[in-house]
Structures are given as C-alpha cells and as structure tokens.
C-alpha cells in the first residue's frame, strides 16, 4: 500500500492530472460551456497532492512550504465546488417591474446550481442613458428600488440578494406594455421587449402570439438616435406610434389605443426601457480568493526566507530518499 501511496503522489502523476485537467477545459468548452466534468480531474488533483505531502517529506521541510503545499489541495476542491455551483445569466428589466426567475436567460448552469432566488431582489425605476455625438454612450444611470429605497447604480456596481449578484450592462432597449382582452373573457397583461437600442436601431420590431394563437409582429421603426448631437435615452422621448402587422392589415398604434385581433382585442398600454442585467451567483468565490491568497503568501514567505521557525522538524520516514529531500 505504501509503494502504491507514492506511486500515485509522485511528480508524474501530478503532470499527468495537469494535463487531463487542461483537456477537460478544453473539450467542455467545444461542447458548450459546460464545465462540470472538470470536478472529477479537479478532485483528483486535490487527492493526489494530499498523497503526496504526506509520503514526500520534501513538501514539509520548512513550515511555509508545507502551508503551501497544504492550500493548494483545499484550492482544487474550492475550485472544483465553484464548477458545480456557479450559475451565470442575463435578464432584462422593464421599468416598474421586478426580477423574475423564469425570465433570466442561462449562460453558464453548474450540475448543482440555484437558479432561483427568494423574494424580490429590487423594483427598476427610470433609466436614464447620456449619449454624445456619434452615438458614445457616456453614462448609464438606471435607479432601483430596493428595500432600503432608493439607489441609483451604474455598470460598476452590483445589486447582492440571496447570494445572487445583479449588475447593470451596456444592454437595454424599449419594451411594449399590452393588455390583452379575449373574447372568452379573460384578461392578461405583459411586455414584448423590443431588440436593444440604439446597437440594433435599424430592426426594431418583434414576433409575438397572442393568447389566442395569432401571430403578430410590432415595432418602433419610427424611432431614431440622433448622431450629430448629444441626446439623452429615458422615458418619454419621442418614439412614435408602434406599428402592428397581423395576418389581416397593418395598423399603427398609440398609448391607451385598442385593435380588434382574431380572438379578443389587444391595447398599447404604454412604451419604456428595460435594462439589462449580468446575474451572477457562486459560493466559492471568497474562498477560492482567500485560498489563492493564503498560497501564494505562503509561498513568498518561503521564497523569501522564513523557512524555519524555532522547534520546527518535519516527518520523515527514516528512507534515505526522503532524508535527503528534507535537507
């Protein structure tokens, strides 16, 4: 057992786990994205450096190295925790509404990822964006109501609820407010959120189904971004009417207008912003921080001298290998 014990803590065995780990990024990328079979070489990895500081008395033969030698397996698992439980999303906010779970959009899922958080994360207020000529966005300063009010965020700032982190990106664009009246009755109101805005000024329309089952196509193909002036992206600039295309005419509409559709009859309620958000939740992350910190401390305080402190003597095993490693 103790041959096998070195065997499997030897340098070669830790190059070949290297390796396996860099392929493993490798092949989960092509596939997707999805990192989770990168735990297993992650793991494997922490193991064998546990193997190894306990059959090589060389790791151990100052304090500081043997602190080092010590992290870096608890580094591995961190890591390798960070793989399963990371989520990462993007969702869009309209004006006046809150996060909704069943909207974010996944970029990245670890196999045992929350996606969902509890309770309301913050109400979007007004966004306000500040444009120069040519289009160069200046300022993004977006509003949310939280429950200790209001606060004003920008791109470098985050919105933390529930271990989620929200966080404001370049993205935003115009949402349609409707309501929706069946002729059975029922009553239902909702957005159709536009493409963003002013990146994709030149399609702004979208495809949506009515309750009913007709498809229809609105859009703002009268709005335009100024590019010889500064200008300023809020609620309330002039947008002009949304045009509606059915199977049956096209037709414009303005706020509070209704339209007679296949089925029941549809209202513009009214046009805002809605901003878009980078959500990002990963439990690991401060240990994985100070983990990587305690290490590479470690290691200058070895690389620098303090390698003996008073009474230290490192185990070792009486094999001549392994006498000589300590020295």
């Not at 958080?117 to 200046?138: I, K, M, N, S, T």
């Not at 300022?139 to 949310?144: G, I, K, L, P």
């Not at 370049?170 to 239902?188: I, Y």
Request: glycine share 8%.
């Amino acid at each position: 057992m103790s041959r096998l014990l070195r065997r499997f803590g030897s340098v070669r065995v830790a190059a070949v786990l290297l390796a396996l780990l860099f392929f493993t990024v490798v092949a989960c990328r092509a596939a997707g994205d999805r990192y989770d079979l990168v735990a297993i070489p992650l793991t494997a990895l922490a193991v064998q450096i546990l193997v190894a500081l306990r059959v090589n008395a060389g790791m151990r033969r100052s304090p500081t190295l043997a602190l080092f030698h010590a992290v870096l397996p608890a580094l591995c698992a961190a890591a390798a925790f960070s793989v399963l439980m990371r989520f990462e999303g993007r969702i869009e906010v309209v004006e006046g509404f809150a996060p909704d779970p069943a909207d974010t959009e996944p970029v990245a899922a670890g196999l045992l990822a929350r996606r969902h958080w509890r309770g309301e994360p913050f109400r979007q207020a007004d966004v306000h964006v500040d444009y120069a000529p040519g289009l160069v966005r200046l300022r993004t300063r977006t509003s949310v109501r939280t429950s200790g009010g209001l606060r004003e965020v920008n791109d470098l700032q985050t919105i933390d609820h529930d271990g989620f982190h929200f966080r404001p990106t370049p993205n935003k664009g115009f949402a349609l407010l409707l309501t929706w009246q069946g002729n059975d009755g029922s009553e239902v109101s909702g957005a159709v959120h536009l493409p963003s805005f002013p990146a994709l000024e030149w399609r702004q329309e979208n495809r949506w189904e009515t309750p009913a089952g007709e498809q229809v196509i609105l859009g703002l193909n009268g709005v335009r971004a100024p590019m010889d002036q500064p200008w300023v992206m809020e609620r309330g600039m002039d947008l002009g009417p949304v045009e509606l295309q059915s199977s049956q005419r096209r037709q414009t509409l303005r706020a509070g207008e209704w339209t007679e559709l296949r089925g029941g009859r549809l209202r513009l309620d009214t046009v805002r912003i809605w901003m878009g958000y980078r959500i990002v939740r990963d439990p690991a992350l401060p240990w994985l921080f100070g983990l990587a910190l305690g290490a590479v401390m470690a290691l200058v305080a070895h690389v620098s001298g303090l390698r003996r402190l008073p009474g230290w003597r490192p185990r070792v095993s009486g094999r001549t290998s392994d006498v000589l490693a300590s020295r």
